[in-house]
Nanobody, 114 residues
Framework: QVQFVESGGGLVQPGGSLRLSCAAS????????MAWYRQAPGKQRELVVT???????NYADSVKGRFTISRDNAKKTVYLQMNSLKPEDTAVYYC????????WGQGTQVTVSS
């Protein structure tokens, strides 16, 4: 079963930037559709952005124009560049397969606060 390890989170001021990384195990990574999800305190986990095996992407309206997803199949890694961060972006960010997630990793905490 493929596993994911997220990293790159932290505390950032509004308007700042972070780059998240997600390293995957297993040999089938290149054929997976992948996504970043997030879960804010007291809320359900939500889909943020998807990158398909053909590298096409689909963004939630709330992050469109601010976040950019990319993937490096040779490194089995998915990235999320987050710019112009807002306090409402505060959440634990997870990566996983799409549309049917596998096992969830521990995620990486992103806190946007002054």
């Amino acid at each position: 079963q493929v596993q994911f390890v997220e990293s790159g989170g932290g505390l950032v001021q509004p308007g700042g930037s972070l780059r998240l990384s997600c390293a995957a195990s297993g040999s089938m990574f290149s054929i997976y559709h992948m996504a970043w999800y997030r879960q804010a305190p007291g809320k359900q986990r939500e889909l943020v952005v998807t990158i398909f095996s053909d590298r096409s992407t689909n963004y939630a309206d709330s992050v469109k124009g601010r976040f950019t997803i990319s993937r490096d199949n040779a490194k089995k890694t998915v990235y999320l560049q987050m710019n112009s961060l807002k306090p409402e972006d505060t959440a634990v960010y997870y990566c996983n397969k799409y549309p049917v997630p596998g096992y969830w990793g521990q995620g990486t905490q992103v806190t946007v606060s002054s």
